[in-house]
């Protein structure tokens, strides 16, 4: 099948974690369609088997693949660490975050030792930790399942929040790590709370790096959009629209109405 350059950029996650993701990636390129997936009738995954992540990961590669994208971010950690599943069922590009991310903080960690923060799925599978290792980096890692559970289902500004990270950083906050990398692409948005425990570390969000490695790659394969004007912006949920829309209050961006999709 043909790519055109003018066909949308794929962007997935279990919920609306990703969509921090997409707020950078709108900022790098406002003229490029996006179609977002947040997978909230199958989420979390974090605290699932990898065969269910697996599965939907090649569920939702399909459906976008079917839906015409160009390429696909997976804009999730836990399913970014089942990639071969979507890279097996398309040949269009499928960009994980994972190895921009942990880079950054490789590159901009001065003492060595960077905090990484995800769900029981991303530590337990060891990717950031030996990522680290392996550029001589010291890793203290946390599961924090209970941070994507309140961002699905609370108000961000609501008060208890702060508890709750203040709570969950006390087993690490002495480790004197002076980097921390969000590895589960919801927890950006608790960076005010983790900045009133930790202080002015330097925190790495997954959108960034990972938009920038994604330029670089359509620059080089010649793949951006000629277009000039701005993008459009399509958000489904595999959830109900109305708490879809209750939790992702805080996303900006201009968009279409957010539409349920079945992905079965
Ligand atoms: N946002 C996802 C990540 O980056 C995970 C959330 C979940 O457990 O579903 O890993």
Not at 94 to 108: F, G, K, L, Q
Not at 225 to 245: C, H, M, Q, S
Request: charged letters at 20%; proline letters at 5%.
């Amino acid at each position: 099948m043909q790519i055109e350059n003018s066909q949308p950029i794929g962007v997935f996650d279990s919920g609306i974690g990703g969509l921090t993701v997409l707020e950078q990636l709108i900022k790098i390129f406002p003229h490029e369609n996006f179609y977002y997936v947040a997978d909230q009738g199958y989420c979390p995954y974090g605290p699932r088997p990898a065969e269910y992540v697996c599965e939907r990961v090649e569920k939702i590669t399909r459906h976008m693949v079917n839906e015409g994208v160009k390429a696909i971010v997976i804009a999730c950690n836990t399913a970014s660490l089942r990639i071969a599943s979507a890279r097996a069922v398309t040949d269009i590009p499928v960009v994980s975050v994972i190895p921009p991310t942990c880079m950054r903080a490789v590159e901009t960690t001065k003492n060595k030792k960077v905090a990484v923060l995800a769900t029981q799925a991303t530590i337990n599978s060891g990717t950031y930790q030996n990522m680290l290792k392996e550029n001589g980096v010291t890793p203290v890692p946390l599961a924090c399942g209970e941070f994507v559970d309140f961002l699905e289902n609370d108000d961000l500004d609501n008060p208890y929040a702060y508890k709750l990270v203040a709570d969950k950083l006390a087993s690490i906050k002495d480790e004197g790590f002076d980097t921390l990398i969000h590895a589960c692409t919801h927890f950006s948005l608790l960076e005010p709370q983790m900045r009133a425990v930790l202080g002015d570390i330097n925190y790495v969000n997954c959108g960034t790096p990972t938009g920038e490695y994604l330029k670089k790659y359509f620059d080089e394969n010649n793949m951006a959009t000629n277009a000039t004007d701005k993008g459009r912006v399509r958000i489904f949920t595999t959830g109900e629209v109305d708490g879809a829309l209750r939790t992702m209050r805080w996303f900006k961006a201009e968009h279409d109405p957010v539409a349920h999709v079945d992905i079965k």
